[in-house]
Structure formats: structure tokens, C-alpha cells
């Protein structure tokens, strides 16, 4: 659904996004990682028509970026990371005003708004003032307008930027309904561990470079050489500690506060082994578990280059 082929973006001597290349398919959540300054919304108002490259191109739903405007804006619905309402409006005038712009006929435009007001858990405000929403109900109508012509495509440059907890989880919980109802979501966000939660594939830029991109789980894997494992014991630590590097599954260990962390390299199995000869040694053990690798160590470890 989204091809982009070697876009470049400079500005003078500035290089914004160097020789990017990237494949979302059809139904995929993308998740765009990268520090400000990185080259996400470079990318995402180039995807959207509204910035010419320096090079390169993109496909979006077919239509090639820099030749089919009208074709491509027809196909996406792109949320910016900040964007206006206008005072005054209702609801749904202001979802009217969008859908009159994108030609839907006035015989649809009331059951268009009020189906997605309804997606989008607005119904009930359809008649109120825009500038009366809370932060998150502006968020949640400017999905809305990015609806209104059923676009294939969603282009969506922070939406939970500033939102409180409850209004992140209703943010995440209506992409999960979007990809369910085959839209392709391409998604910035700063909020690490929640792309995780949304997200099947993801992006990691820095300084305009692509520096991993795929399956979730093929970017945690790459991260870690070893599994870690995270014993917590009440006392006895220096006992415990000794155990454990007494076993050859055990590459390496630190150690604060009763907390030992090792690198593991053995089985699953000798894992099992290794936490049975802790408990018969009649160690006072909390917690014996292994540590799951998350998008926050995987950004951290790719930006710093200690990945290849």
C-alpha cells in the first residue's frame, strides 16, 4: 500500500531524510520511531502531497506521490501532529466542512459523519462546540476527519501526543478497529511501549537514516546476543550469585540490592534446571523470570550504534 523508493529531502546543506526506502503492506500498523529532528514528519508530509522531495519517490495505494496528487490525497487520510479546529463550528460542521471539500454528495454526508462519530465515540458531542473538547476529543475529531472519505491509507503524525492515559488506551483501542477494518496506519509516536502494543512492524530513524525496520520481534531479537534473566531473593544474594555463575549457561552477571541480572545463553530447559538447583539450596527467591527485550532498549541500543 506504501512504497517509498530512495527519498532524499534536503534543505541547503541540510539533509533531512537521506535515501530512505520502505514497504508498508496492505492492513500492516507502522510504527515510525525516531528522536525529533529524525526525518518522521519529513517523510509523512512527503507521503501526504504536501512536500516535494529532493529525490525520489513513493507509491501510495498504487499512485506515485510526486505525479498523482489527487489520487494519493484521495487515498489517505493524514492526521498532522498539530493541527487547528476553527471556533465556532459544531462537530459536525466541522466534519461537514471536510467531507463537502473531498466531493461527498450531500444525500451522504450526514450518515458519513455519523458513522464516524460513532467509530470515533463522538456521537453524543455531534452538536457541541469544537473549541468547547477536551484535548482528547479534539484528537479523537481529527481522526474523525481523516474518515470521511474512507481512505485505504492512514498517515497519523503523533495522534497521542498530549493525550492522558484513558485517552491513549481509546486511541490505541480504534486502531486496532481500523486494522481490523483493513486499513493500512503508518504511525509516529514517542511513546515507545505503547507502539509495541499496536503496532506489527516498526521504523527506527535517526538524523534522516533508516537504521532497522520489520516484524517487532525481528527488532527485539536483533537487540540482544543473550536472553536475560532477572533474579530477585530476599537475603542471601552473594549465596545466590555464586550458584549462578557456577553454570555454564550464565555468561555474565550483575548485581544491586538482592537484584542479580544475568545474560543467559544456555536452554530453556537448563534454565529450568538452573531455578530448581536456586530453590533446593533453600534461597528465599521472590522472582525468577526473564526479562522481555522492548522498544525503548531497541531505540537506545540502534541510535547509540551498538547494534550493527
Known amino acids: 500500500m506504501i512504497e517509498i523508493q530512495d527519498f532524499v529531502k534536503s534543505y541547503g546543506d541540510f539533509l533531512a531524510v537521506d535515501h530512505l526506502n520502505l514497504k ?8 515510525v520511531i525516531g528522536p525529533n529532528g529524525a526525518g ?41 501532529d498539530n493541527f487547528g479546529v476553527y471556533d465556532g463550528m459544531r462537530v459536525w460542521e466541522f466534519l461537514d466542512f471536510f467531507a463537502v471539500a473531498y466531493g461527498i454528495p450531500r444525500a451522504k454526508r450526514v450518515q458519513i459523519i455519523d458513522d464516524v462519530l460513532v467509530l470515533v465515540d463522538l456521537i453524543h458531542k455531534r452538536g457541541e462546540l469544537v473549541n468547547g473538547l477536551s484535548r482528547g476529543m479534539r484528537q479523537r475529531l481529527c481522526l474523525a476527519k481523516t474518515l470521511v472519505h474512507d481512505p485505504p491509507v492512514l498517515i497519523l503524525d503523533e495522534p497521542a501526543s498530549g493525550l492522558d492515559p484513558r485517552a491513549r488506551v481509546e486511541m490505541k483501542e480504534m486502531l486496532h478497529e481500523l486494522r481490523k477494518m483493513g486499513k493500512t496506519i503508518i504511525v509516529s509516536s514517542h511513546i515507545l511501549s505503547e ?25 527485539l531479537e536483533r537487540i540482544r546476543k543473550h536472553r536475560v534473566v532477572e533474579v530477585q531473593v530476599l537475603g542471601k544474594a552473594d549465596e545466590t550469585a555464586g550458584i549462578l555463575k557456577g ?3 550464565v555468561s555474565s552477571l550483575t548485581q544491586e540490592d538482592g537484584m542479580l541480572r544475568l ?16 530453590v533446593l539450596a533453600g534461597i528465599p527467591l521472590l522472582w525468577f523470570r526473564e526479562v522481555e527485550a522492548n522498544l525503548e532498549e531497541a531505540f537506545l541500543k540502534l541510535t547509540r550504534g551498538e547494534v550493527g
Open 24 to 31: 508498508v503492506e496492505k492492513a500492516d500498523i507502522y510504527g
Open 40 to 80: 518522521k514528519t519529513t517523510t509523512f508530509r512527503f507521503l501526504s502531497t504536501l512536500l516535494e522531495p529532493t529525490s525520489g519517490d513513493a507509491l501510495v495505494n498504487g499512485f506515485r506521490v510526486t505525479k498523482n496528487v489527487r489520487d494519493v490525497r484521495r487515498s489517505i487520510g493524514y492526521m498532522p
Open 195 to 219: 507502539l509495541a502494543d499496536y503496532c506489527n512492524k516498526i521504523a527506527i530513524m535517526e538524523r534522516g537514516k533508516l537504521l532497522a525496520f520489520g516484524p517487532v520481534s525481528s527488532i
Open 247 to 249: 553454570h555454564p549457561g
Open 263 to 278: 545474560d543467559w545463553n544456555g536452554t530453556s530447559e537448563d534454565l529450568v534446571a538452573l531455578h530448581r538447583e536456586v
